[in-house]
Structures are given as structure tokens and as C-alpha cells.
């Protein structure tokens, strides 16, 4: 089905990360009595991290890293304080002149996210999750701007 509807990174091969992942985020998800009830289950814990945690914790769910455990609970509103980071982000520190090293982004997450939010989204009145949307929806825009003075 995945390699039908054209999904990224899905081989020929009949053994693969991501359908098994698939898998098991269905059993997980069936397991909990659907999806509803999953993510009650997520919103019930106390704090974002734990709900961040949870859901990238490698066994909750599959193929589930940093970014996507953020964007699931900012979609949700289950998170706030948290960015999304992805390579347009990564680009746009980039043309302003943040270097953030190939491989890097994995091994320094919390600390470019924490900085982003104190030093961006603080001081525009935006929580992490707002500022992440925002740079998201606009990066083209944000990126021609930067360009094109």
C-alpha cells in the first residue's frame, strides 16, 4: 500500500523499516482502542516532554523521531513549547547565517529548539509551536525575503 500510494523511502524490498513501523503503530494504536483514546492516554501525562518522550521513545511508536512526536502534538494542541525542526527551518538559520553541522540536528535538538524560542518566539509574543507553523507555512516567502532584500 505505501509503495502504491508513492510514499517516500519505501523499497522494492519486501522486508522494510517503514511498513513495519506502520504496522506497529496501527497495533499500537488499535491496542489502545483507537486513536482517540491514544492520544487521551498521551494528553493525560503531565507535562510536553513526557508526551514528547512517549511518543519518540522508540517502542510506543515506530519510525517516530524528535520532529514527529512534536508536529503530532502541536497539530493536537497537546504542545506548545516545542519546534518541529526539519530542513526548511535548518535552511532558513542558514541564510541568516546559524550554521547547524550535517548531523548535528540530532545530537543538539533541545538546545537549537530552546534557543529559537527564547530568542525568536519569546520576544514576537509566540509560543514554539506558533513560531514553528509560522516559519512552516511562510518559509518560501521567508527565504525570497531574505534573498532578495
Not at 526548511?88 to 548531523?103: A, D, F, H, P, S
Amino acid at each position: 500500500m505505501l509503495r502504491a500510494i508513492g510514499t517516500r523511502y519505501v523499497g522494492s524490498s519486501v522486508k522494510n523499516r517503514k511498513i513495519d513501523a506502520a504496522l506497529h503503530n496501527f497495533k499500537a494504536l488499535a491496542d489502545a482502542g483507537g486513536p482517540k483514546k491514544f492520544f487521551k492516554r498521551v494528553a493525560a501525562l503531565p507535562t510536553e516532554i513526557e508526551r514528547i518522550h512517549f511518543l519518540n521513545d522508540g517502542k510506543t511508536l515506530q519510525y517516530y523521531g524528535k520532529k514527529g512526536a512534536r508536529d503530532t502534538l502541536i497539530d493536537l494542541q497537546l504542545a506548545k513549547k516545542c519546534l518541529a525542526l526539519d530542513g526548511r527551518i535548518l535552511g532558513l538559520l542558514n541564510k541568516v547565517g546559524v550554521e547547524v553541522k550535517r548531523g548535528s540536528l540530532d545530537r543538539n535538538y533541545e538546545e537549537i529548539e530552546k534557543e529559537l524560542i527564547k530568542k525568536i518566539a519569546k520576544p514576537s509574543g509566540l509560543s514554539g509551536g506558533q513560531l514553528d507553523r509560522i516559519l512552516f507555512q511562510n518559509a518560501g516567502d521567508i527565504t525570497v525575503r531574505l534573498l532578495c532584500p
